[in-house]
């Protein structure tokens, strides 16, 4: 029996080539794309320096560059054009919170004012309770208990509050028990 030898093939040449040149060709390029990365090597930005070397690799690079500008150029007068309107927005703002503040800091003032002078009112008002109260030590309970009845809870309170214990206490026993008890309380309060 005889052994049939196959006839070898011959490889074509595009396949030699695909094999042998483009294939080993690919992997070192990305081989040495992918050291020269972690070695901290921008490659594309060599790359575009070396093409702006190059005349007429560097003109063609040059028209794409200069419409990417133009583009960008009409996007950065866009966002330029926008912060100034929030610009200008913020400035009135500000304008109508400073008016604001400056109202808020004139009523401080008024109050203030005001407060002082209630003070000072508060003051003479002090002075003429002592004044009733040592009036009404020389009065008869009785018609000192008819005063205070008639007055409000607050001065009628005020007033007792000035007088002596003693004092204090024969003009609530002359009232009635159910105002003497809401004056109690009251004074109890303070």
Known sequence: MAI?????????????????????LILAVTVALIIMTVAGVNVFEKTKQFADDVPKVSALLNTETTKESEGQAV???????????????????????????????????????????????????????????????????????????????????????????DERGKVLAALNPEQAANLTSALMNR
């Open 4 to 24: 049939t030898e196959k006839p070898k093939q011959k490889s074509s040449k595009v396949q030699w080539f695909v094999f042998v040149i483009l294939i080993p």
């Open 75 to 165: 996007e950065l007068k866009a966002t330029i054009e926008d912060q100034n309107a929030q610009l200008d927005e913020l400035k009135s703002q500000l304008t109508v919170k400073d008016q604001k503040i400056e109202e808020l800091n004139n009523e401080i003032n008024q109050l203030t004012k005001e407060l002082k002078d209630k003070k000072i009112s508060d003051k003479d008002k002090e002075d003429i309770m002592t004044d009733l109260s040592s009036s009404f030590k020389n009065m008869d309970p009785e018609q000192a208990a008819a005063i205070v009845s008639q007055l409000d809870q607050a001065s009628s309170v005020d007033l007792l509050e000035k007088l002596p214990s």
